[in-house]
Every structure is written in structure tokens, then in C-alpha cells.
């Protein structure tokens, strides 16, 4: 089990950029996937991005696609989301969260049911 705990959120002008963390502890963060989530007012939670153990498979959702990058640093036990190009639509809680992975897995795109370990959320909101 990982406690997960987000940070970089807050308000950017349209086209701007945020990076996101996602700081993990309480287990070996290498043996976890990480996605990313977000949840805009009224929505249901959206995945947005995944990455698995060591960044042999990583996914994005459509619409961020060119415009976000995950990544993760398994020696810090943190993974991030790089955000560019941002738009009013981004504007949402992002949640980082993890699962166990094994490469049989083939995928780290899951559905949100299946991911375990959640972080808090941080805010982004994006306006002129």
C-alpha cells in the first residue's frame, strides 16, 4: 500500500503550464503503476495518464495528448505530470493513484475501480 500525496496545483492563465507530483511512501514505489486522474465540477472522475513500474508503458487520454507528460523518478518515489499548453477545460482536481503492477499486466490504462491507493488532489484551475 502507498500513502500518496499531490502537489503543483493552482491557477494558471490559458496556454500556461503546471507540474504536478505525486509523492509516494509506505511501500516500494517501483512495484506500482501511477495514473492520473482529474475530476472537473459536476464530472466524473476522468483518467488522464498512466505510467507503469519503470515507464515501459505509458498512456494518455485523447484530449491531453502533445499537451501533458508523465513521468516518474523511482529513486525519489515521485512521479509527475507536466502540463503545457493549458485550457479552461483542464481546469479540475487532479488525483494521483497507484496499483500494483506486473508486466502481465501488459496495460497500465485501468479502469478507475482498479486502482488502489489514492492521493488527496490538487486543484487546477485554469482562467484569465
Known amino acids: 500500500q502507498l500513502q500518496l500525496v499531490e502537489s503543483g496545483g493552482g491557477l494558471v492563465q490559458p496556454g500556461g503550464s503546471l507540474r504536478l507530483s505525486c509523492a509516494a511512501s509506505g511501500s516500494n514505489f517501483a512495484n506500482y503503476a501511477i495514473g492520473w486522474f482529474r475530476q472537473a465540477p459536476g464530472q466524473k472522475r476522468e483518467r488522464v495518464s498512466c505510467i507503469s513500474t519503470w515507464s515501459q508503458i505509458i498512456n494518455y487520454v485523447d484530449s491531453v495528448k502533445g499537451r501533458f507528460t508523465i513521468s516518474r523518478v523511482n529513486a525519489e518515489n515521485t512521479a509527475y505530470l507536466q502540463m503545457n499548453s493549458l485550457r479552461s477545460e483542464d481546469t479540475a482536481i487532479y488525483y494521483c493513484?497507484?496499483?500494483?503492477?506486473?508486466?502481465?499486466?501488459?496495460?497500465?490504462?485501468?479502469?478507475?475501480?482498479?486502482?488502489?491507493?489514492w492521493g488527496q488532489g490538487t486543484q487546477v484551475t485554469v482562467a484569465s
Open positions: 493513484a497507484a496499483v500494483r503492477w506486473y508486466f502481465r499486466d501488459g496495460t497500465c490504462w485501468f479502469d478507475e475501480s482498479e486502482w488502489r491507493d
